[in-house]
């Protein structure tokens, strides 16, 4: 007899916060541009966050665009997660 867990669905994470792990630094411009980017900071605030990883660049944002920006910051040479 299954108990009532198993008749639960599992909610499926719909918000997502973006994490800047890791940046390389011969790629830390290139990831500062992105990083400028997607959060619309100035270029001091942006480099500062950048040289501060691992750090939190944006919160509660949607499963498509996390992963959007997950890989622009990927593709750029930085090291990036969802949480």
């Known amino acids: 007899m299954a108990g009532p867990a198993a008749t639960e669905e ?4 719909t918000e997502f916060n973006l994490m800047l792990d ?5 790629k ?3 990831v500062l541009k992105v990083v ?3 959060t619309g900071l100035g270029l001091k ?8 990883a691992p750090k939190q660049i ?5 499963k498509d665009a996390a992963e959007a920006a997950k890989k622009q910051i990927e593709d750029a ?6 949480k």
């Open 22 to 26: 890791e940046v390389p630094a011969d």
């Open 28 to 30: 830390k411009i290139a």
């Open 45 to 52: 605030e942006a480099k500062e966050l950048v040289e501060s």
């Open 36 to 38: 400028r980017s997607l």
């Open 77 to 82: 040479g930085g090291k990036a997660s969802l």
């Open 58 to 62: 944006q919160e509660n944002i949607a």
């Open 10 to 13: 599992v909610e499926e994470k």
